[in-house]
């Protein structure tokens, strides 16, 4: 029998064989100069370039990056470490086939359902759900299982726990055979067919100390110390495992990564305490994980007959797979909050006025009007809004509904296979009900849903009681400014990613995650007073016009643990803010046209600045200050204070067409309030006028854009 020792280095020895013949085939194929590089990253190959803080372009330079540092980690003389740094060359190797892949195919080698590599914009859209623990853990499955019926349970369990599923090998076709839908956005993804796809999700972990970490790429060991403390991912490997995958196995060990398997030491499997754990039972795969990886999943019971989890957020419902839709722009279609007192509040209870779905016709639109009464001793008025926000994740939350939209704008589908498992509007009720009641238990003490479908009556309560409450929430929401408020607030959430970074949000500046308001901040306050979300008074006014306080500087300071001095609120140039790394926005200075270009993180192509937002977002993140470069959330764009020390709303120049349609309404109602200026949108070059500098300065003069007459950024 093999020594685990032996198991380890014959699995590295074959990998690397692998990857050896795999550059070879694309050097003969393609010559030495031939671009090598995965789709839509900044960091080249990422592990590598994690792992030694070198990047490489070409295929001549994958073949002696192979050679010569890869190599480097296959070393034999202390047993206990190089079993580790095998591993690691492993996982090396096995991204260095993957990127053959890519290089003789000119792009992604794959066809659905396999992804392989996750793009940069993937990782930091991984990063709000991972650092909220929406997404409490990730979970690398290897090979099929014992029958394709005990795998995609597994996954399905692992899915419903809002766990980040990941897939290698045979487990994909025992999904596909079950018919399981798989794809990012249900955060079931599958990485390839192949061990060596395995290199993706390795990937992942890498780039997330890259981005929200702030590690020097060449830090080995400040590379695993951040995976393993930060990164709660572990790998379930199905018998029988071969020499490659227990050498795979090393190399997620020494990330942090425990291994459980149903392989047995009669086959040569190795016991290793809280590193290799053998479970002979797969239905107790996900304990074992769970427990192994230290990973709590916080369980609400709910009666409903389907899955729910943040898992289904991003499921879409096609319209032939559609039993009924509730549509705002065609019905009357709102969705409310109001605070009552707790008297005039019957708990958990229910009332349906009109037809439930099982009434509707197949594939009809209807009205619908869903309304929750909260009351308590801490309720304030103005955690309205806030609780009614989530009515979208609670809604998405649901397996086989469909929500988009807010407020009196909302859409929602119902698929036939929910309505077939006996979803009904009451279900709706104890969704929010129950998490109402669960996430907001310090508010709300009593709560009671209405729902309304009876065309008459949605139109009535709309127009006498919808309506009026949104006008006076805008009301309010307009009054509320940065000077006429006496505290902002921190966001730390994101530290248990990127340690030194702090958000101060203000009512006019939000989270640059887009997600935490001001009035978020201060609900999350009330609800957690120890929480992420602490008081900043505003004593020491230093600059009105940048926004320097000494109070905020000492909050930034106690809350980066001394990693900040110094912070301002309304400048690019001076202190900026700094950035965790999964903004929706990173905003930079065009130095051709004395302005700024700002890309969100969906947007893939490249900009004026010779970068796309991968490059532009590798430059700033992990709690840095990076003058000249700013994450900020999209709605603040539209800010009176966005850039106030530089010139403003003004400065920019540029903006992806999606980004500037989807801000242009406010963007515009700002700059005419500030400038006078009407329609600026339409000054603003987007891609499909400009991708480079030459081109966006003869639009920006053709238009007489305001910061070509500015005072110089640098």
């Known amino acids: 029998m093999k020594t685990l020792f032996e198991r380890v280095f014959a699995g590295n020895d074959e990998m690397y064989a692998l990857a050896e013949k795999a550059v070879a085939e694309a050097v003969a194929k393609l010559g030495p100069d031939a671009p090598a590089t995965f789709g839509d990253t900044a960091y080249s190959l990422p592990c590598f370039y994690a792992m030694t803080g070198k990047k490489i372009a070409t295929v001549g330079e994958a073949k002696a990056a192979l050679e010569n540092e890869i190599r480097a980690f296959m070393t034999r003389n202390n047993r206990t470490k190089d079993i580790f740094t095998s591993g690691v060359a492993t996982a090396l190797s096995a991204e260095m086939i993957e990127l053959m892949k890519w290089a003789t195919h000119g792009g992604c080698p794959y066809e659905e359902p396999v992804m392989g590599h996750f793009t940069d914009a993937q990782v930091r859209e991984l990063g709000v759900p991972l650092v909220t623990r929406d997404i409490p853990g990730v979970a690398v499955i290897i090979g099929p299982a014992p029958s394709a019926e005990e795998g995609v349970a597994l996954v399905k369990q692992y899915q419903e726990q809002g766990i980040f599923v990941t897939l290698v090998g045979g487990i994909i076709d025992q999904c596909v055979q079950q018919g399981l839908a798989m794809g990012f956005p249900r955060r079931i993804v599958a990485l390839g067919h192949e061990l060596s796809s395995v290199a993706h999700v390795v990937s992942v972990a890498l780039r997330a100390a890259l981005i929200f970490g702030n590690k020097e790429p060449g830090d080995y060991e400040g590379m695993w110390r951040y995976t393993m403390e930060r990164v709660f991912a572990f790998v379930n490997a199905f018998a029988p495992v071969d020499d490659m995958t227990v050498a795979c196995g090393a190399g997620a060990i020494q990330l942090g990564f425990p291994v459980v398997t149903n392989d047995t030491e009669e086959n040569n499997m190795f016991r290793v ?232 949000v203000t009512p006019e500046r939000l989270g640059l995650c887009g997600a935490v308001s001001w009035l978020d901040a201060k609900a999350t306050n009330e609800l957690d007073p120890n929480g992420p979300c602490q008081i900043v008074t505003k004593g020491g006014l230093i600059d009105e016009n940048i926004g320097r306080w000494e109070d905020v500087n000492a909050a930034v300071n106690k809350y980066s643990q001394g990693a900040l001095e110094s912070v301002t609120l309304y400048s690019i140039m001076e202190d900026p803010m700094t950035s965790c790394g999964c903004f929706e926005c990173i905003c930079g200075i065009e130095p051709f046209s004395n302005g700024v270009v700002i890309v969100n993180r969906e947007h893939a192509g490249m900009t004026p600045l010779g970068m796309t937002f991968s490059e532009m977002a590798s430059m700033t993140g992990g709690g840095v200050q990076t003058p000249g470069f700013m994450g900020h959330g999209k709605h603040f764009i539209a800010s009176k204070k966005f850039m106030k020390a530089e010139g403003g709303l003004e400065r920019i120049v540029w903006m992806p067409k999606a980004l500037k349609d989807q801000v242009a309404e406010k963007v515009n109602q700002s700059a005419k309030e500030l400038y006078g200026i009407e329609n600026f949108c339409d000054m603003i070059g987007d891609e499909t006028i400009a991708e480079d500098p030459e081109t966006l300065m003869t639009f920006l003069t053709e238009k007489g854009h305001p910061a070509l007459g500015l005072d110089p950024l640098m």
């Open 273 to 504: 305490p809280k590193s290799i754990i053998i479970q002979p039972d797969v239905s107790q795969f996900n304990a074992t994980s769970l427990e192994a990886r230290d990973i709590k999943i916080k369980i609400t019971k709910m009666d409903i007959p389907v899955a729910f989890a943040s898992a289904f957020e991003g499921e879409i419902v096609r319209r032939g797979d559609m039993q009924v839709e509730f549509d705002g722009s065609r019905k009357t279609g709102l969705e409310l909050v109001r605070m009552l007192d707790a008297s005039e509040i019957e708990d958990h209870k229910f009332t349906l006025i009109g037809p439930d779905v099982d009434q509707m016709d197949v594939g009809s639109k209807n009205d619908f009007v869903i309304v929750a009464e909260v009351g308590g001793r801490n309720m304030q008025s103005d955690f309205e809004s806030v609780f009614e926000r989530k009515f979208h994740a609670y809604i998405n939350c649901m397996e086989g509904v469909m929500h988009t939209g807010q407020r009196d704008m909302i859409r929602i589908r119902i698929s036939k296979s929910a309505f077939e498992n006996g979803l009904r509007l009451k279900h709706f009720a104890e969704v929010l009900y129950t998490k109402l009641k669960s996430d907001y238990d310090a508010v709300i003490d009593k709560c009671q849903v209405t729902i309304i479908t009876d065309p008459e009556a949605a139109a009535k309560y709309r127009h006498e009681v919808a309506t009026p409450a949104y006008d006076k929430r805008d009301e309010r929401l307009l009054s509320l400014t940065d000077e006429n408020v006496d505290v902002f607030y921190t966001c730390i959430l994101c530290q248990s990613f990127s340690p030194s970074h702090v958000c101060i």
